[in-house]
Structure formats: C-alpha cells, structure tokens
C-alpha cells in the first residue's frame, strides 16, 4: 500500500528565507506528483504537476524535484514571503487514478 | 467553466439523518472522486468513478454511497449520519483516469455531525 509522508509538519521561517518541504512515497510506480497549497478553511490550489517521466518542474518561485527511484519529491520556494503562510500538500497518483497525499506541511513566514 | 462545484458549503445533520453532498464538473472530465480531509490525516479517498455507470470504493467507503448517472455529476450520500463522519469533504475529477492529467478540486463541504 503507497504512503506518503511529509517532513516536517510545520514549519516557521523569516521572510526572504528559501523554503525546502519534503515529500516521501513508498511505492514508485506512480503516474505523477502534484503539490497543492491550502489557506485555512479553503479548498486546494494545485501549484505544480510533476510527471513521472520528469526530474523538476518550475513556475516563477517555486520548483519542484522527483526522484521517482528514491521515492522522494522537493519543493522549493525562493525567498518566502508572508503570503506563502499556508499548509502545502502532495500526492501521488497511482492505479486507478487515486491520489495518495499527504498529512501536509503548515508554513508560517514571519515579517 | 465553473470548473467544480460542491454544494452545500456548510452542512449540520443530526446522527442518523441521511443527506447527500453535490458534486458536478463542467469539463467533461472522465474521472471523479470523493475524498475526506480530517485533521492531521490528510484526504482520504472514498468513492471513485473512471466515468458514467462505474464506481468503486476507495480507502475509506463505510457509510456512503455513490453513482454516477451523468458524466457531469457525482453526488455523495451519507446514508446514516454519525459523529465520526464530521469532516470536510473534497470532490475533484480530472480528464482521464489513466493518463498523466492533474486533478481538480472543488471548494470542499463542512459536514458537522451532532
């Protein structure tokens, strides 16, 4: 059975400080990743999509990186602001569609 | 495109009272599911559907029920509600079931039981 875990659970930075959250899955056979970012009481916001097939994917501060081998993904956000604050959650996609995430990981950055 | 919507956003039900959870998607999409976020757990998956007619059960189906009659709509229903079931309920679909596509979530539904 594919567990997903994320290390840390939470998480408290400076403003301007890089950001590194981990995401670790058990089972590599996978159709891809994905990291969403939940505000307090909303719905998810997907950030990125990582295809098994890929290495990283970018979009302006955030990359993120998977090492399908190792069972491990990164995400990466480049000088943190206060409006990053917010809980960041992966899943993996495996058979049959279903999504395995994550417990997440809540970021607070402090001005 | 509205994208997904979930209705009601809100919902208090007293234990044992039935109710059903809507969910619909205008973006033709193939596959739709059913998850529940508790704290601390992450979401969980409970129904599933790779398209109209068929659905299956994910991790954590006792107590719901689901079908699939349009492409568009995935209703879930609490067929007896209990205090066990508070939760926040999230659908999503997505293109095609086996293919690389993202998944697309709705707005969520709080579900409190009493």
């Known amino acids: 059975k594919q567990e997903v875990t994320q290390i840390p659970a939470a998480l408290s930075v400076p403003e301007g400080e890089n950001l590194v959250l981990n995401c670790s899955f058990t089972?590599?056979?996978?159709?891809?990743l994905q990291w969403f970012r939940q505000d307090p009481g909303k719905g998810l916001t997907s950030l990125l999509l990582?295809?098994?097939?890929?290495r990283e994917q970018t979009s302006g501060r955030l990359n993120a990186s998977l090492d399908k081998s190792s069972g491990r993904s990164t995400l990466y956000i480049a000088a943190s602001q206060p409006g990053d604050s917010a809980t960041y959650l992966c899943?993996?996609?495996?058979?049959?569609?279903?999504?395995?995430f994550g417990a997440g990981t809540q970021v607070v950055v402090t001005p | 495109n509205a994208g997904v919507t979930q209705t009601p956003k809100f919902q208090v039900l007293k234990t044992g009272q039935s109710m059903t959870l809507q969910c619909a998607q205008d973006?033709?999409?193939?596959?739709m599911s059913w998850y529940r976020q508790d704290p601390g757990m992450g979401l969980r998956l409970i129904h599933y559907?790779?398209?109209?007619?068929?659905?299956d059960q994910g991790e954590v189906p006792n107590g719901y029920n689901v079908s699939r009659s349009t492409t568009e709509d995935f209703p879930l229903r609490l067929l007896s509600a209990a205090p066990s079931q508070t939760s926040v309920y999230f659908c999503?679909?997505?293109?095609?079931?086996?293919?690389?596509?993202?998944?697309?979530f709705g707005p969520g539904t709080r579900l409190t039981v009493t």
């Open positions: 990582i295809q098994s097939s890929q």
């Open positions: 999503a679909s997505s293109p095609r079931t086996y293919e690389t596509y993202e998944q697309y």
């Open positions: 973006m033709n999409h193939e596959y």
């Open positions: 899943a993996v996609k495996g058979s049959w569609g279903k999504l395995q």
């Open positions: 559907s790779v398209g109209a007619g068929i659905t």
């Open positions: 089972d590599s056979a996978i159709y891809n």
